[in-house]
């Protein structure tokens, strides 16, 4: 099975922006979608953003609308998530995830698997 192991988390202020990049153990090309979660302690599991390369197409939560940008790298074997703007409601643990199920874009959690380990993100004024 194809493991995803994210990076790019950290400690930004307010407005700044982070790269939060997923790295795959294997061929991604395969997968229907290529999603970002998010979930804070004792919180429910949210879906940020959501790519299908396959079908050309992008989704987002409309809390991240217009300043967070999902990109596949079917080469690489990577997805990121360009974080701009940030706010302190951002401030979480943040999933990749994939999936061979469709329809995916806008999917939740429970339709995703392969999940990544997380990587905290931490927004500060």
């Known amino acids: 099975q194809v493991q995803l192991v994210e990076s790019g988390g950290g400690s930004v202020h307010t407005g700044g922006s982070l790269r939060l990049t997923c790295a795959a153990s294997?061929?991604?090309?395969?997968?229907?979608?290529m999603a970002w979660f998010r979930q804070g302690p004792g919180q429910m599991r949210e879906g940020v953003a959501w790519?299908?390369?396959?079908?050309?197409?992008?989704q987002y939560d409309e809390s991240v609308e217009g300043r967070f940008t999902i990109s596949q790298d079917n080469a690489q074997n990577m997805v990121s998530l360009q974080m701009n703007n940030l706010r302190s409601d951002d401030t979480t643990t943040y999933y990749c995830?994939?999936?061979?199920?469709?329809?995916?874009?806008?999917?939740?959690?429970?339709?995703?698997?392969?999940w990544g380990q997380g990587t905290q993100v931490t927004v500060s004024s």
């Open positions: 294997g061929d991604i090309s395969n997968f229907q979608c």
């Open positions: 790519v299908s390369q396959r079908w050309a197409m992008t």
């Open positions: 995830a994939a999936t061979s199920a469709w329809p995916c874009v806008g999917a939740g959690p429970a339709r995703f698997g392969p």
